[in-house]
């Protein structure tokens, strides 16, 4: 499709597990951003992408928390030994280098239990 | 650091009748760009309207306007003839136009079109 797709749209997990989130930005678009959404709250960045490099990581709660774009496009966000408090929607956008509207995806509900 | 400030939780307007959605914002920055996002329960953000900080003219989207205020670093969307598909979260954002390119948003409003 045309627009960011974000797999998977829904992840259970249990506390102490290891999850991976999956991130397809709209072809061509060079910049990718992850952010973190908890119930009743508005967006909070974790991290941004330019090209396959991390331009500001700033975001990463914590050492648990990484992501990768190995290639300059799909992007995967990993949350090592969970805790019920990652529990929240994982949204990724994409931007083309040049302006400054940034696309999003239908994002990842993740529930820790 | 640059903050963003949404002072209304939850909104109600009629079918039909114009809401105003306030936010306000800090940054010591003269470059960036401002956005207002709806957010329905399918949970994607859709741009709504943006606004360039170096352009003194409002923006406008069909129904859909702004009322920039530079000095007062205040950003409003205003919703005319509102509709029920209207109904979403709506939140307030802003990004620095230099290197530091992280978008940074609002707590959001919550408006709710009544029939």
């Known amino acids: 499709g045309a627009g960011v797709s974000q797999t998977p749209s829904n992840k259970v997990t249990e506390k102490g597990k290891y999850v991976e989130l999956r991130c397809d930005p709209i072809?061509?678009?060079?910049?990718l951003y992850w952010y973190r959404q908890s119930l009743g709250q508005g967006p909070e960045f974790l991290i941004y992408?330019?090209?396959?490099?991390?331009?500001?990581d700033s975001g990463l709660p914590n050492d648990r928390f990484f992501a990768v774009r190995p290639e300059g496009s799909v992007s995967t966000l990993k949350i090592q030994r969970t805790e019920r408090g990652d529990s929240a929607v994982y949204l990724c956008?994409?931007?083309?280098?040049?302006?400054?509207?940034?696309?999003f995806g239908e994002g990842s509900r993740l529930t820790v239990l | 650091a640059q903050t963003v400030t949404q002072s209304q939780p939850e909104m109600s307007v009629q079918e039909a009748e114009t809401v105003t959605l306030s936010c306000t914002y800090d940054?010591?920055?003269?470059?960036?760009?401002l956005f207002w996002y709806k957010q329905p329960p399918s949970r994607q953000m859709i741009l709504v309207i943006r606004?360039?900080?170096?352009?003194?003219q409002n923006a406008t989207e069909n129904r859909f306007s702004v009322n920039f205020q530079k000095a007062a670093k205040s950003f409003s969307l205003k919703i005319s003839d509102s509709q029920l598909g209207d109904t979403a979260m709506y939140f307030c954002?802003?990004?620095?136009?230099?290197?530091?390119?992280?978008?940074?948003f609002g707590t959001g409003t919550l408006l709710a079109v009544q029939p």
């Open positions: 954002a802003f990004i620095h136009g230099g290197a530091t390119n992280k978008l940074i």
């Open positions: 072809s061509g678009h060079t910049a």
């Open positions: 992408f330019q090209g396959t490099g991390a331009a500001d």
């Open positions: 956008a994409s931007r083309p280098s040049n302006t400054g509207e940034l696309f």
């Open positions: 606004q360039e900080a170096y352009k003194q």
């Open positions: 940054t010591s920055e003269s470059n960036y760009y």
